[in-house]
Structures are given as structure tokens and as C-alpha cells.
């Protein structure tokens, strides 16, 4: 039974399934490493294939930022 329908499976769920485990392991990541414990929640419980994620990377936890301090550490806003 699971081997026929196996092959029936849709294609696009392995490429978004990865694509969400990416985006949800980098933000988990960056959430526990600067202390947000209600977005690490947040992200652990809800999967948004990766949407939300990339919000919180760019907008909150800003780890695309190029702004760069002498030091080469990221300035804070």
C-alpha cells in the first residue's frame, strides 16, 4: 500500500518541506542564540513554510544586515 501511493506523492512537497526546514532551522537558531524565547516558541510550534521565518531574519533579528560597525560586529538599531 504505502509503495503505490508513495509514487503518487506531490512533487512540490519534498522541494517546500525542505525549504521550511531550512528557513525554521535558521530562525530557531538565531532565536535561541539572541534569547527570543517567544519567537523560538512561535517558530517551533508553527510551520509557515519558511514565510514568517524570513521575516523574523530580515526585520527583527536583521542577520542580512550589511551595516558593520569598525569592529565588524553588526550595529545595534
Do not use: Q
Not at 1 to 20: D, E, L
Not at 54 to 66: D, G, Q
Request: hydrophobic share 55%; no cysteine.
Amino acid at each position: 500500500m504505502w509503495g503505490t501511493n508513495f509514487f503518487r506523492f506531490p512533487a512540490f512537497i519534498i522541494p517546500v518541506a525542505v525549504w521550511s526546514l531550512i528557513w525554521t532551522g535558521l530562525s530557531l537558531w538565531h532565536a535561541a542564540k539572541r534569547g527570543d524565547r517567544p519567537w523560538f516558541i512561535f517558530f517551533l510550534l508553527v510551520h509557515t513554510a519558511g514565510i514568517i521565518e524570513i521575516i523574523y531574519l530580515l526585520f527583527v533579528a536583521k542577520v542580512f544586515s550589511t551595516k558593520k560597525n569598525s569592529s565588524g560586529k553588526r550595529k545595534k538599531s
